[in-house]
């Protein structure tokens, strides 16, 4: 290891970064240096090298991908390729671009990408665990996910990965990326300062919790439940929207579950559809899944929480008739 070097330890991988550093990410202990797990290098590289990739299906004007190799570029920001799950070359737009905006992609989009060509079952969500023990909290942008987490941080669980959520085929959770995203109205309702935190990018007002503002959990656990984030409303749905509430119909579950994969278009363009599908379907006949009515506000949010099991109650909850259920899971 050369002296611009670090390495790091995520997902059960080794991360070796040579020129940009990732405090992110914890940094590998010396019984990982000389440990055999697998080895990624990230490395700042030089697009006009790369060769020409054949037309795909699953491109966009921003986005390249065949089996093993996958381009993407952000607009004044740079580029990424990420290649057969052991690099990840990245190139800044112009010497205007921070480090930080650098790796607010290189640790979404590059690093999902390169977890999938490694074949692992990626989803978009949040891992937490207690008690030995993982729950996954799935839901669209802005549902929630990372106030819910900073929240069971503060009530004994430990926080496994942040919005890359990996899944081993024995369904252990692998920990990930040891941070939560925070906007500027939740960080302030949660009594942060967010002059005090570092920003995602340059001019947004969103903020990193990471290193000892988080308790984290550093080894692989068994997935216990999964579920399905939504806001409680006031609809004919009012005797299930308090509720935590079982989603006992196959196709449903199914559905769901599969719309909650990270970046499916990355599965398609990769030519990892089919070991997808099958992690996905044998991860939804050994977890049960549940939704999760969050109250609108966060101070309701975890009163109501201190009051629930999550470890179990996805498998305990009842669930409504079919036509409810999706109603419930859509909301």
Same mark, same amino acid.
């Given at each position: 290891?050369?002296?611009?070097?670090?390495?790091?330890?995520?997902? /059960? *991988?080794?991360?070796?970064?040579?020129?940009?550093? !990732?405090?992110?990410?914890?940094?590998?202990?010396?019984?990982?240096?000389?440990?055999?797990?697998?080895?990624?290098?990230?490395?700042?590289?030089?697009?006009?090298?790369?060769? /020409?990739?054949?037309?795909?299906?699953?491109?966009?004007?921003?986005?390249? &991908?065949?089996?093993?190799?996958?381009?993407?570029?952000?607009?004044?920001?740079?580029?990424?390729? !990420?290649?057969?799950?052991?690099?990840?070359?990245?190139?800044?737009?112009?010497?205007?671009?921070?480090?930080?905006?650098?790796?607010?992609?290189?640790?979404?989009?590059?690093? #999902? $990408?390169?977890?999938?060509?490694?074949?692992?079952?990626?989803?978009? #969500?949040?891992?937490?665990?207690?008690?030995?023990?993982?729950?996954?909290?799935?839901?669209?942008?802005?549902?929630?996910?990372?106030?819910?987490?900073?929240?069971?941080?503060?009530?004994?669980?430990?926080?496994?990965?942040?919005?890359?959520?990996?899944?081993?085929?024995?369904?252990?959770?692998?920990?990930?990326?040891?941070?939560?995203?925070?906007?500027?109205?939740?960080?302030?309702?949660?009594?942060?300062?967010?002059? /005090?935190?570092?920003?995602?990018?340059?001019? &947004?007002?969103?903020?990193?919790? &990471?290193?000892?503002?988080?308790?984290?959990?550093? /080894?692989?656990?068994?997935?216990? $439940?999964?579920?399905? !984030?939504?806001?409680?409303?006031?609809?004919?749905?009012?005797?299930?929207?308090?509720?935590?509430?079982?989603?006992?119909?196959?196709?449903?579950?199914?559905?769901?579950?599969?719309?909650?994969?990270?970046?499916?278009?990355?599965?398609?363009?990769?030519?990892?559809?089919?070991?997808?599908?099958?992690?996905?379907? *044998?991860?939804?006949?050994?977890?049960?899944?549940?939704?999760?009515?969050?109250?609108?506000?966060?101070?309701?949010?975890?009163?109501?929480?201190?009051?629930?099991?999550?470890?179990?109650?996805?498998?305990?909850?009842?669930?409504?008739?079919?036509?409810?259920?999706? $109603?419930?899971?859509?909301?």
């Amino acid at each position: 290891m050369t002296s611009s070097e670090t390495r790091y330890r995520a997902f /059960e *991988l080794t991360w070796c970064s040579q020129g940009l550093a !990732i405090p992110e990410l914890p940094v590998c202990s010396a019984d990982a240096l000389v440990g055999d797990s697998p080895l990624v290098e990230i490395q700042a590289e030089d697009p006009g090298c790369w060769p /020409e990739l054949a037309p795909g299906l699953h491109d966009t004007p921003f986005l390249q &991908m065949a089996r093993g190799d996958l381009r993407l570029t952000v607009d004044d920001i740079g580029c990424f390729r !990420i290649t057969d799950g052991v690099r990840i070359g990245w190139h800044r737009q112009h010497s205007g671009v921070s480090d930080q905006d650098l790796r607010t992609f290189l640790l979404g989009s590059a690093v #999902g $990408a390169l977890l999938i060509q490694r074949g692992i079952l990626v989803l978009h #969500g949040n891992a937490l665990e207690k008690d030995g023990k993982a729950i996954v909290c799935m839901g669209y942008s802005g549902a929630g996910k990372s106030t819910l987490a900073y929240a069971l941080t503060q009530q004994g669980w430990r926080l496994l990965a942040d919005d890359l959520v990996a899944v081993s085929p024995d369904g252990l959770v692998l920990p990930g990326i040891p941070r939560i995203k925070l906007w500027h109205d939740a960080a302030k309702a949660f009594d942060l300062d967010p002059d /005090e935190l570092p920003p995602i990018r340059q001019g &947004m007002h969103k903020y990193l919790l &990471m290193g000892e503002a988080l308790q984290c959990a550093t /080894e692989p656990v068994p997935l216990k $439940a999964l579920y399905l !984030i939504h806001q409680r409303r006031h609809t004919a749905l009012d005797s299930y929207e308090g509720r935590i509430t079982r989603i006992t119909s196959e196709k449903t579950a199914a559905l769901r579950l599969r719309n909650q994969a990270f970046r499916p278009r990355f599965v398609r363009g990769l030519d990892q559809e089919g070991p997808n599908f099958m992690a996905l379907a *044998l991860l939804q006949r050994r977890v049960p899944m549940a939704t999760l009515p969050l109250p609108s506000t966060i101070s309701a949010m975890r009163d109501w929480l201190e009051q629930q099991d999550l470890l179990n109650a996805a498998a305990a909850a009842a669930g409504p008739d079919e036509a409810i259920e999706d $109603a419930l899971v859509t909301a």
